[in-house]
Each structure stands twice: as structure tokens, then as C-alpha cells.
């Protein structure tokens, strides 16, 4: 395994691509964020804010750079021929999987942890520019809340997972382009469809079982009654998607021609 991972490991960090798209998980993250939190204020919306959630808007624009770094990783080596030299050093299949999931993850969860902490950071200092004080029932963010905690972690699992998701996918479809826009229309459809649908009941079941609706539940700080799945419960959805792409992906990997 340690051969393994030392391999992929070489083939990503000498590929400049790999760290232009890790830094840009962490730059679009921060930058989506500190536009949502220096725009928002207390009188713009009719109820009391989520402001973590808020702070953390940016995972929803930094995950398609997750998804591109993650599919690339397996459909860049189709593309150029590389899979065939790389099956070669590594016949076993589930290995090299296995080692390229690892390093996925390890890059993703790295980048994103980085532009959580900022966002929260920026977030603890922006916000209250827009009345979201104390006088207005609103406390500064901090790591230390267990909520806030909860969602910042959640925040950076989430990528995580949409990461290995997107590498399931890969494996399956191969062709960059294709796989990109198959794992961000997946994530976007479950929205779509919610926001389109009137039926409560059917709403709420469309927000539980998507991975994108459920997975970013765990954000919540306020109003978790009303939320359709619970935010540890959502996450587990995410992985579900992702454990079943991955399945997926290992089983055709296997059983057709590199």
C-alpha cells in the first residue's frame, strides 16, 4: 500500500494542475464566503440568520473544484494512456484505488479545512459590521460553540466525501468532461427539484436522500426542528452516495479493460 500511495503521490505533485486546483478549493471557498457575509446584514432577511451557515456559503461554489480535482485524478489517466503504464506497476486494481481515494481525500480534506477556518475567521469579523451583534441576539463566531464546531467539521467531511463520490464516478464514466458534468448535475438536481416541487411531504423527502440537500444540513446552528434530515444524519447520506459510487467504480474498474 505505502508503494502505492508513494506512486500516485508522485504522479499528483508533479502535475501542476493538482495544486492550482487544491488551492483554488480553499481560494473560491474563502471568496464566496466573504462576499456572502460582507453583504449580508440584519435587515436583510424577515428572521434570525444562521450565521455560520452563512460563513460558510462557500462550500457550495468550492465543491465543483472538488469535483474536478477528484475526477481528474482517474479520468486524466485515461485521457494521456498513463492507466495501462500505471495497472502495470500496480496490477492490483482495488490497490490503486484505494491509494488514489486515500490521496484524494488527504488533499481535499486538507485544502478544506484551511478554507473553512478562514471563512469562520473572516466571518467572526465581517459579520458584525452588518448588526450581527449581541444587541441584536447575534454572538461572534467561534470554534469553541459546539454547533459552530459541528458545522465547520461537517463542512470539510462534506468535501470529503464529495470528493470520493466524484472518483466513484470517474472510474465508471473515465471521460473527464462527462464525469464532471454528471456528479455536479447529481448534486445539483436533488435543489432543483425541491425548490420546484409544492408537495411538502415529497419536498422533504427529496431534501433527505440528495447528497447535496441533505449533506450541507449539517451547517445548521438554529432551527434544526425544521430541518428535513438531521446534520450528522445528512453527512451519512453524502457518505452512502459516495460509498456507492465507489463500489461502483472499483467493480467496473475490475471487470473491464483498462
Not at 25 to 43: D, E, F, P, R, W
Not at 73 to 82: D, K, L, P
Not at 104 to 114: D, F, I, W
Not at 243 to 249: C, D, I, K, R, T
Amino acid at each position: 500500500m505505502l508503494d502505492a500511495l508513494h506512486a500516485e503521490w508522485t504522479k499528483l505533485r508533479t502535475l501542476a494542475g493538482t495544486y492550482w486546483l487544491v488551492f483554488g478549493v480553499a481560494a473560491l471557498t474563502v471568496a464566496v464566503s466573504s462576499a456572502v457575509v460582507a453583504a449580508a446584514s440584519v435587515g436583510s432577511s424577515s428572521g434570525y440568520q444562521d450565521t455560520t451557515k452563512l460563513a460558510l456559503t462557500g462550500i457550495d461554489v468550492g465543491q465543483a473544484v472538488v469535483v474536478i480535482l477528484a475526477v481528474g485524478v482517474f479520468s486524466n489517466e485515461y485521457s494521456t494512456g498513463m492507466i495501462g503504464v500505471t495497472l502495470a506497476a500496480v496490477p492490483r486494481r482495488g490497490l490503486v484505488v484505494a491509494a488514489k481515494a486515500a490521496l484524494v481525500l488527504a488533499l481535499v480534506l486538507a485544502s478544506g479545512a484551511l478554507a473553512v477556518l478562514a471563512s469562520v475567521v473572516i466571518g467572526r469579523f465581517v459579520l458584525p459590521g452588518g448588526g450581527f451583534t449581541a444587541a441584536h441576539g447575534y454572538a461572534l463566531l467561534s470554534l469553541a460553540h459546539g454547533p459552530t464546531l459541528r458545522a465547520a467539521t461537517g463542512s470539510v467531511l462534506y468535501l470529503g466525501l464529495i470528493g470520493l463520490l466524484s472518483l466513484g464516478v470517474a472510474l465508471v464514466v473515465r471521460d473527464t468532461a462527462i464525469a464532471v458534468g454528471v456528479v455536479l448535475g447529481l448534486l445539483l438536481l436533488f435543489p432543483i427539484l425541491a425548490a420546484s416541487v409544492n408537495d411538502p411531504t415529497w419536498k422533504h423527502y427529496i431534501e433527505r436522500i440528495g447528497p447535496m440537500t441533505a449533506g450541507l444540513s449539517v451547517q445548521a446552528t438554529t432551527g434544526l426542528k425544521g430541518l428535513a434530515i438531521s446534520p450528522w444524519g445528512g453527512l451519512g447520506v453524502v457518505a452512502l452516495w459516495a460509498a456507492g459510487a465507489l463500489v461502483a467504480g472499483v467493480l467496473v474498474f475490475k471487470l473491464r479493460d483498462a
